[in-house]
Nanobody
């Protein structure tokens, strides 16, 4: 089954940008829907974005819409999350998640639909 590893997190000042990567192994990522979720201390997990198999359809959570962009490079088995204009409210552990759906043309922000999860990468926004 696919394994996911996130990277790219770190400390950034308010207004800054980061790009997260989610690299898949053990299977070809082009058969998978992929999504990003985040969880801050003491808060529930929150949907950030999802991207369909060919990368032509994306959806975003209300808190990040207009600031974050998800993209994928199936040849590199990688999904990206570009995060711009970051604020303290974006501080969280970010997780990528995938579910194998070779028949699906869309994606979903519902966490329960995703079967495979990475270990997460910490993003801290602070001055």
């Amino acid at each position: 089954q696919v394994q996911l590893v996130e990277s790219g997190g770190g400390l950034v000042h308010p207004g800054g940008s980061l790009r997260l990567s989610c690299v898949a192994s053990q299977d070809a990522l082009d058969a998978y829907r992929v999504a990003w979720f985040r969880q801050a201390p003491g808060k529930e997990r929150e949907a950030v974005s999802c991207i369909n198999r060919d990368g032509l359809k994306t959806h975003y959570g209300d808190a990040v819409s207009g600031r974050f962009t998800s993209a994928r490079d199936n040849a590199a088995n990688t999904v990206y999350l570009q995060m711009n204009n970051l604020g303290p409210g974006d501080t969280a552990v970010y997780y990528c998640a995938a579910v194998r759906r070779p028949d699906a043309t869309t994606c979903s922000l519902v966490a329960a639909l995703y079967r495979h999860w990475g270990q997460g990468t910490q993003v801290t926004v602070s001055s």
